[in-house]
């Protein structure tokens, strides 16, 4: 469905993207996190079309994304910062994008006012962060994309609507096979709706494969004793006498090594994705450093 190739994009000196390439699947939902800084926002905009890379290739369906208003008109966006024309309501952003995207089913953002229960002609100006972005769902699952980009889609929503616009999104992807990109902060949340994932790091992909490949080929042991030579180790820590080791393995591989170890107690846990993240990254190195002396 996307296609990114050797995509490099440049500010002055400053190599946000360099060389990077990623895919993302029809009827996928796809998790890209990286620290602040890493170039998520800026690849972003070069996917919906806002910035031109300085070289690399984008493609949706084989065909250009920049200046394509076609393929443009098929892409929903939620940027984190929300825009609003000044004393625009519901009712005048529904006008506005039925005129701009071709596909919008007026009759399904009727119905989502029964979900997000927003007032149809107060100005969206006063709406509460929180509702700004029902809104911005509203409007954009409206225009049936068949690709939705979404920056930190669920930042400002209480408990109840991130699980209706998470609901909402599954079923888009479901029902009619939408491709979702979702850069968010909230690894836990991305745990539980991605089918694949891609860490970003200073502009590269550092890593990018399936949610269930990424957590099958990372775990954690802990033990009393050394591990094995021929496990590769991302992070090692002890306390007491028990040591916890992450490794780079699979579960089964990590028994078979520890078949043959005279060892009084080992144990083996799966990760979180954010325990990959923070030892994809480094491991100490991206630890929270104690600077208050």
Known sequence: MLDVKNLTKSFGTFKALDDLSMHISEGTVYGLVGPN???KSTLIRCLTGVYRPDSGTMLMEGQRIYENPGIKSRIGYIPDDIFYFP???????RSYYRNTYPRFDNALFNRLFEAFQ???KSPI????????KQAAFQLAISTRPDVLILDEPVDGLDPVMRRQVL???LSDVAERGVSVLVSSHNLRELEDICDHVGILDHGKMLLE??????QGNTVKLQMVGTVPENLPVLHASA???????????SQEQVQAAMAGVDCPYYDILPLSLEEIFIYELGG???AVKDILM
């Open 37 to 39: 800084g890493a170039g």
């Open 87 to 93: 004393s625009a309501t519901m009712e005048d952003m």
């Open 118 to 120: 927003l007032p149809r």
């Open 125 to 132: 100006r006063r709406f509460s962060k929180g509702m700004q």
């Open 167 to 169: 609901s909402l999104i």
């Open 209 to 214: 494969r399936s949610l269930a490949d990424m």
């Open 239 to 249: 306390s007491g006498r028990l040591n916890t080791y992450i490794l780079r393995a």
């Open 284 to 286: 100490a190195d991206y």
